[in-house]
């Protein structure tokens, strides 16, 4: 993944490539949705919410996703 | 090729490419592997064609682009294709540093360059500038080197190991230290272009080479990468690159040894599925070293320096102490002598 401001290349884990595939358009209810669809099973509920939300965490944080008013992300271009 | 170890990854297309925009520089350097000339070809690719070229990786999904030469800002119409693809790509830039002015340094960060790579080839000017053939050029490249930290461009530091330099590798770890960037690389002297006529001049021993890279002391907060032994992978699983003829040769370091096809007669990717690229991707060898395996998760090290030693893509790489098997890596086979070297067997073939 390549942020172009600063610009870095990312290499992402399982988790943050899927949540940053599934995120542009989706308010959160809807992510949480679609992300649990593709990962539960094999994953607890639970236990996916927490890598959807740490995932989240860490793309806002290094500037690969933003946060829009009171609808959901966008992600960045790749 | 028969062997059964090979790389675990496959792409479908590249992910980074490698551009040697130009085959001319203001340097004359001994160790040039693209023998450079002062003068442009009228072969090499046109602005209109780089362009054109950047466009269409984007629309594949390329995602950082190293540029390289020899020397990129020799040629004027550089900077507009890095502001054509920064911000679009993750654009590295290799370079001997002597061009850079504090206001192409500015231009560079405006531009948004993720990385400049300079080469400064010794601890000493004296040093440098007998690699390079040019006097004051040692001075001008740590110029450029400090032009561009000042202007906020990362910056990392390289050297290309040879006898000439092999004594100074901890005052150039030290003098990058000092100079303040975090990064600083030590590369292997590869036998293309103009160095393999002085190779036993300026080749080391494996042993002089591990002896020297294992007493360096890396000053802290300095992050050292080199490719011997246990980081000696086989990238050729990543590994796209275009001359600047337009002729895709997979690796810099393959640029004499392979030719994919040329991007002004067939799309890039075309070139992607020659069955030798295809081979060399797969990353099929006769041996690999567990260690360098297990850190960069591919096989048998180099594949260029494989090659020019042992006449065959899949032998292992004796760069790698572990797959050396008492190859002198400062003899080189005479077959590797010639512009496009073939190994006797396939001579004519």
Redesign the interface.
């Known amino acids: 993944m390549f942020r172009p401001e600063p610009p870095r290349l990312f290499t992402l884990n399982t988790s943050a490539w899927l949540a940053l595939e599934l995120c542009s358009g989706r308010s959160p209810g809807e992510l949480e949705r679609a992300y649990l669809d593709e990962t539960v099973p094999p994953l607890d509920a639970e236990v996916a919410r927490r890598r959807l939300h740490d995932a989240l965490d860490l793309l806002l944080a290094n500037g690969m996703i933003e946060r829009l008013a009171g609808t959901g992300w966008h992600a960045g271009e790749a | 090729m028969t062997s059964s170890i090979r790389n675990p990854m496959q792409l479908e297309s590249p992910i980074k490419v490698t551009i040697s925009f130009t085959h001319t520089c203001n340097l004359d350097c001994r160790h040039c592997y693209a023998a450079c000339t002062r003068e442009p070809s009228s072969r090499e690719l046109s602005t209109d064609e780089w362009l054109a070229f950047i466009d269409y990786l984007y629309d594949y ?1 390329v ?2 682009l190293l540029f390289e030469g020899g020397e990129p800002f020799h040629r004027p119409d550089f900077m507009d294709v890095v502001r054509h693809c ?6 590295r830039i290799r370079t001997n540093g002597t061009l850079v002015t504090p206001d192409l340094a500015r231009d560079l960060r405006q531009a ?4 400049v790579l300079v080469d400064v080839m010794g601890a000493q000017a004296a040093t440098h500038d007998l690699l390079t053939g040019v006097p004051g050029s040692f001075g001008r490249a740590l110029a450029g080197v400090r032009a561009l930290l000042d202007a906020g461009v990362p910056t990392q530091l390289l050297l290309i190991l040879n006898r000439h330099n092999v004594a100074q590798a901890q005052d150039w770890l030290e003098l990058a230290h000092a100079l303040g960037v975090r990064r600083a690389g030590i590369l292997r002297l590869y036998p293309i272009g103009r160095v393999k006529a002085r190779w036993r001049e300026m080749a080391l021993s494996l042993d002089e080479m591990m002896t020297a890279l294992g007493g360096l002391k890396v000053p802290h907060g300095l992050t050292l990468m080199q490719s011997w032994h246990p980081h000696d992978g086989n990238c050729c699983w990543q590994m796209a690159a275009v001359n600047a003829y337009g002729d895709s040769i997979g690796c810099s370091y393959l640029r004499e040894l392979v030719h994919y096809g040329s991007i002004r007669e067939v799309p890039f990717l075309e070139t992607w599925t020659h069955p030798l690229y295809r081979e060399l991707r797969a990353g099929r060898v006769e041996k690999a070293c567990s260690s360098c395996t297990d850190s960069q998760a591919s096989c048998g090290g180099c594949r260029a320096t494989a090659f020019a030693f042992h006449g065959r893509w899949d032998a292992p790489d004796p760069f790698d102490a572990a797959l050396n098997e008492g190859t002198d890596l400062r003899a080189l086979p005479s077959w590797m002598l010639s512009a496009c070297p073939r190994p006797p067997a396939t001579a004519g073939s």
């Open positions: 999904d995602i950082a920064a911000r679009r790509f993750m654009v948004g360059v993720g990385t």
